[in-house]
T-cell receptor
Framework: EPEVTQTPSHQVTQMGQEVILRCVPI?????FYWYRQILGQKVEFLVS????????KSEIFDDQFSVERPDGSNFTLKIRSTKLEDSAMYFC??????????????FGNGTRLTVT | TQLLEQSPQFLSIQEGENLTVYCNSS?????LQWYRQEPGEGPVLLVT?????EVKKLKRLTFQFGDARKDSSLHITAAQPGDTGLYLC???????????FGGGTRVLVKP
């Protein structure tokens, strides 16, 4: 069964550094998402992306965050200047259609970001 | 802001017992999904319920969506050690796939 793949599985970075988290969604999917989960807390929506533009974003997704689909297969999340509180598990997800009951979300296994 | 509260946060039972996990909100969701998440992995979808009052069964798991589409429950019959894991509920917004997750229920089934 096709999977969403994320790399790296674990990223350690120093505060203030830029990081790029990479995701390869399932090939025939059209809608892409980033969620994050701070240790011990709920999974939180960050951003949704369709047709090469952001369709919705949360309050967490401020100017330090950006997303891109640079080459038609990868979907990236960039954090420009990381803060300690950005430490979390970041999940990429994709789906074929916009309505969840028609087309469920497929999640990757996540990238654990540790900011020191 | 839509919120989903799951209860209990942790449940420990003996093999063969039944258990129920609850997911409650003051908001209406267009659909509600239940996921299971293993350590080091992403959430994996178990079921989506859409219609108020809907009941879906997946082997020994029974999922129910409340009539008002604000709450849901997951019932496991005759739990087995393989059911051990973190169960998450998530509500979908009317516009699409933005999900609001509950805090999760960690289930431990002891042999």
């Amino acid at each position: 069964e096709p999977e969403v793949t994320q790399t790296p599985s674990h990223q350690v970075t120093q505060m203030g550094q830029e990081v790029i988290l990479r995701c390869v969604p399932i090939s025939n999917h059209l809608y892409f998402y980033w969620y994050r989960q701070i240790l011990g807390q709920k999974v939180e929506f960050l951003v949704s992306f369709y047709n090469n533009e952001i369709s919705e974003k949360s309050e967490i997704f401020d100017d330090q965050f950006s997303v891109e689909r640079p080459d038609g297969s990868n979907f990236t999340l960039k954090i420009r200047s990381t803060k300690l509180e950005d430490s979390a598990m970041y999940f990429c997800a994709s789906t074929r259609e916009s309505r969840s009951y028609n087309s469920p979300l497929h999640f990757g296994n996540g990238t654990r970001l540790t900011v020191t | 802001t839509q919120l989903l509260e799951q209860s209990p946060q942790f449940l420990s039972i003996q093999e063969g017992e039944n258990l129920t996990v609850y997911c409650n909100s003051s908001s209406v969701f267009s659909s509600l999904q239940w996921y299971r998440q293993e350590p080091g992995e992403g959430p994996v979808l178990l079921v989506t319920v859409v219609t108020g009052g809907e009941v879906k069964k997946l082997k020994r798991l029974t999922f129910q969506f409340g009539d008002a589409r604000k709450d849901s429950s997951l019932h496991i019959t005759a739990a087995q050690p393989g059911d051990t894991g973190l169960y998450l509920c998530a509500g979908a917004s009317a516009a699409g796939n933005k999900l609001t997750f509950g805090g999760g229920t960690r289930v431990l089934v002891k042999p």
